[in-house]
């Protein structure tokens, strides 16, 4: 008889895991409407081992969501190596829609997370990542405050958009919404 072998995996690949698993329960659920126990199932591992790596299910959903930051930041980083101002901004907002076109439970979660901003813990992550990205759109694309806020807007009429479900559904108004969008970003 044969023997079987498991590759253990390392604690970093198992919090990964719990990530993977919590943005999307989260993404569905929300905060508050998510179990630590749904999570664990999704990701392989035991309940307890969630708190001992995460604390509580406050602090899984905070750092579910910087993570889902950190990675619209990094997408936007590549879209934008090597340019400046307008074809930065033309660049990342590509990405941006790219992003939430191939993982709709990146943008949940964001949704998710601004709803959630009365809880301290994450209302700083919330203000601290979309910081980051202003801060980051200003630096490369180099363009005035006018423009950022412009840019910025359309993002979250894209947001409202897509959370809708209304991107692709060949509806008159968010077409027209949509392409505004793309004409001012």
Known sequence: MAATTTTRRSAEERR?????????????????????????RRAGISQPYV????????????EACRRC??????????????KSGEE?????????IAL??????RLKLQM???????EPAVGEVAREGYGELVRFVEEVSGESGTRISEFFAAGMLINVIAAMGVRDAE????DRLIEGCKDGA
């Open 16 to 40: 990964e895991s719990i990530l993977d698993a919590a943005l999307i329960e989260f993404a569905a659920n929300g905060l508050h409407g998510t179990s630590t126990e749904d999570i664990a």
């Open 51 to 62: 708190f001992r790596l995460f604390g509580t299910k406050k602090k899984l959903f905070a």
């Open 69 to 82: 930051m950190r990675e619209v930041r990094e997408a936007w980083a590549e879209a934008a190596r090597g």
């Open 88 to 96: 930065a901004l033309s660049a990342m907002g590509d990405a941006y």
């Open 100 to 105: 939430l076109e191939g993982d709709s439970d």
């Open 112 to 118: 998710h997370m601004y709803a959630a901003s009365d």
């Open 171 to 174: 509806i008159d108004w968010a």
